[in-house]
């Protein structure tokens, strides 16, 4: 029939016009001072949509099937989904008070968040947006992982110093690792047996082997011409490859590369002011910090361990994950 | 300055109030962690002179009761959550006399228990008296609540700590600020108590250390109790039109420590200058409009803990019984002698909010951190300034550095 078959025309036109790739990959900058996520082209470098998000965005994550950006809006007290096809923030997930930081669980159902004001880490079941239990830890709970099997959660707590070890199916700690003043962010390696926490007072990242819960390995930081107190570790991001570990050194204007196998500093890549959090791009090829007081962020040639670029973007830039 | 309560305690109480946000419904929490019983306990006691009841400005000015102690109790309860990880106590033992005596027996009766961790909030003259005590030489006595110059000099003693910035680094980080603004002509204005003396003449040294000219130096001598009658307003702004007469200068700086007459400065001075020291513009290591770098979180817990807003004599308190927890549990160790070396070694590290580790001066066991420079209502600055520099810590720019410091440990 001419009508069944223009419907069958018309849904072909729109399955062909979904497998284009229309879109170039993009990154996703979180501005806490702006209230809005900052969305630039990887190509281009240019910034392609402003989005309004809500009170103090800090915390981003690209959901498992890359469709969509969950965002920690702190001062709104949730977490909100934005659909990286629209642009859109199209719902709301519970998150418990003051979210900031917060893991994905590997299949993509579950969050793990930290509410550094209550002394808990939420879980969030994210198909029904709901917090279903709730984990006491330390105080000031902030940086959060999950280990590759999904067995494990990782919270640091700042004023507590510690790295707790949590057994992800039922949600009771197994052991906690003392490390260095104010830990703020937490990453496990590709494998799974190493954890690297950052302290920002600290100044240091303690390598904690998984199996024996203890630090095994503290990496120091030294630049000449800056003064100690200024560098403090905050994000982490480790190479696919295994080889390399990137250390976001705040208002020393840094990141230090870090040999992962040997634990030496290899060298300080100069940023913008007071780094925060960085991510690799699919191909691990680029890495992109945002830099919390020079407005912008950096773009870093991973092979050649040179930054060849930095965008501005919006205020107090904190979060920056690379997405299509 | 050192005995400043909170100004606008009932206003900021408000502001906190207000700013507690709706509660997002919650589930049933989970099965808490079972903590195992401590396998040893530190006890820390806060010994303190009650205070003097004073007679506030307004009502707004009223300290509360527990001014200090209530710091204390919230580092106890952060000191414990760790230590619960590692199978370490803490336990706070109050010992709060009305007189010189009492305080004194009290402090041996403890050392007499056992204890070798103090925290005090004791004026200068009794702290010395409570630390030259021979029971007293293998205990660490942290003294929460002073700001005095003389105790980290000539008066400074091996087993007493200072976590509250000296009047030293208090009037450096002002005159800091007044060499980045380029005002750099003051009229200090002393009232006439030895704590206002001692003041004024850290405003001195520190004007001299950074270049500021003191164009006027008058002594306060009006009878603060005269504002309290009905048209007391009135010779009030007479006096500080009067003595500010003649001269000109780009800031008035208030030695001022008992809040006798600073506040009433504001506004009534013969020229249109902003006022500084222990009003308008105040050099402190704590205030409830402190918010950065996590402190907003130490203020919510402050205030959930004892409904009202953090003094600096809170804060103070807070630090020290953090410091015990921090020694403790980084040396696994209750040992007197043990902690009390790692407390002034170069490994102890202090996050206390301020954007930077934290650590004792080794030659007059001062807390080395930036100070803050507040108005009642908000955070203007934070010293040290930019650009002033230092071979090892940028903080010993504010304050008695080494090489100047007449402290002889002994």
């Known amino acids: ?324 | 300055m050192p005995f400043r309560r909170a100004r606008s305690l009932l206003l900021m109480a408000l502001l906190v109030l207000a700013g507690a946000g709706p509660l997002v419904p919650r589930p049933a929490r989970a099965q808490t962690n079972p903590a195992p019983p401590p396998a040893s306990t530190l006890d820390i006691v806060y010994l303190g002179l009650a205070q003097r009841p004073v007679a506030p400005e307004s009502a707004l000015g009223q300290p509360a009761t527990d001014d200090g102690l209530a710091g204390a109790r919230v580092a106890l309860a952060d000191d414990n959550t760790t230590g619960r990880f590692i199978g370490q106590g803490f336990a706070l033992d109050t010992a709060i006399a009305p007189d010189e005596a009492g305080v004194l027996a009290a402090l041996r009766d403890r050392l007499g228990k056992g204890a070798r961790a103090f925290v005090t909030d004791l004026p200068p003259a009794l702290l010395l008296k409570a630390a030259d005590l021979p029971e007293a030489r293998g205990a660490t006595l942290i003294d929460a609540t002073t700001s005095d110059d003389m105790l980290r000099a000539e008066g400074c003693r091996a087993n007493v700590l200072h976590v509250l910035p000296s009047r030293a680094m208090r009037a450096d980080a002002l005159m800091q600020y007044l060499v980045v603004k380029n005002w750099r002509r003051v009229m200090l204005l002393a009232g006439s108590t030895l704590e206002d003396r001692a003041a004024a003449e850290a405003f001195r040294r520190a004007a001299k250390k950074f270049q500021i000219r003191i164009v006027a130096d008058k002594t306060w001598t009006f009878n603060p109790a005269e504002q309290r009658a009905d048209t007391g307003h009135f010779e009030v702004n007479t006096e500080v039109a009067n003595i500010t007469q003649g001269v000109d200068y780009d800031i008035l700086i208030a030695a001022d420590e008992e809040d006798n007459f600073a506040d009433q400065l504001g506004y009534r001075a013969t020229l249109a200058r902003p006022v500084a020291g222990a009003a308008g513009l105040m050099p402190v290591a704590w205030s409830p409009v402190y918010d950065e770098t996590g402190a907003t979180q130490l203020q919510n817990r402050f205030f959930r803990s004892a409904h009202r807003v953090m003094t600096e004599r809170d804060y103070g308190a807070w630090m020290a019984v953090r410091a015990f927890g921090e020694a403790v549990i980084r040396t696994n160790s209750t040992d007197p002698a043990t902690i009390g070396a790692y407390l002034r070694g170069p490994k102890f590290e202090l996050a206390a909010f301020k954007g930077e580790r934290l650590s004792f001066r080794p030659w007059d066991g001062q807390l080395r951190q930036p100070v803050l420079l507040v108005d009642p209502v908000s955070l203007v600055s934070i010293s040290p300034q930019p650009g002033f520099l230092h071979q090892f810590f940028e903080t010993d720019t504010l304050g008695v550095d080494q090489p100047e410091s007449a402290c002889h440990m002994h």
């Open chain 1, 1 to 324: 029939m001419p009508y069944a078959l223009t419907r069958g025309a018309a849904a072909l036109v729109v399955v062909l016009l979904a497998s284009v790739p229309a879109r170039a990959d993009h990154l996703y900058l979180s501005n806490e001072k702006d209230n809005t996520i900052t969305v630039v082209d990887a190509t281009s470098l240019a910034i392609v949509k402003t989005v309004a998000v809500g009170a103090r965005p800090r915390g981003l994550l690209l959901s498992k099937d890359r469709k969509s950006l969950y965002i920690c809006t702190s001062d709104a007290d949730h977490i909100e989904e934005l659909d990286l096809a629209t642009l859109t923030v199209t719902r709301t997930l519970q998150s418990g008070p003051d979210p900031e930081t917060f893991a994905l669980s590997p299949d993509g159902k579950t969050l793990y968040v930290s509410n550094e004001d209550d002394n808990e880490v939420s879980v969030v079941d994210i198909a029904a947006g709901r917090i279903v239990d709730e984990i006491p830890t330390g105080v000031e709970p902030e940086g959060m992982a999950v280990s590759p099997d999904g067995k494990t959660i990782v919270n640091t707590s700042e004023t507590t110093s510690m790295a707790h070890f949590i057994d992800a199916a039922s949600h009771k700690m197994v052991a906690s690792v003392l490390v260095g003043s104010r830990p703020r962010y937490a990453e496990f390696n590709k494998d799974g047996s190493l954890v690297w926490v950052s302290s920002e007072v600290g100044g240091t990242v303690s390598i904690i082997d998984t199996s024996q819960h203890k630090v095994v390995h503290t990496v120091n930081f030294a630049i000449p011409g800056v003064p100690s107190e200024t560098i403090q570790a905050v994000g982490i991001a480790l190479s696919e490859d295994g080889k390399w570990g990137f250390v976001a050194l705040g208002p020393a204007n840094r990141i230090a590369v870090v040999d992962a196998h040997s634990f030496a500093v290899e060298k300080y890549l100069l940023v913008g002011q007071r780094v925060w959090h960085m991510d690799f791009s699919f191909d691990g090829k680029t890495l992109y910090s945002a830099n919390g007081v020079s407005n912008d962020m950096s773009v870093i040639d991973v092979a050649a361990m040179k930054v060849t670029k930095s965008v501005p973007v919006g205020h107090l830039p904190w979060g920056v994950v690379y997405g299509p």
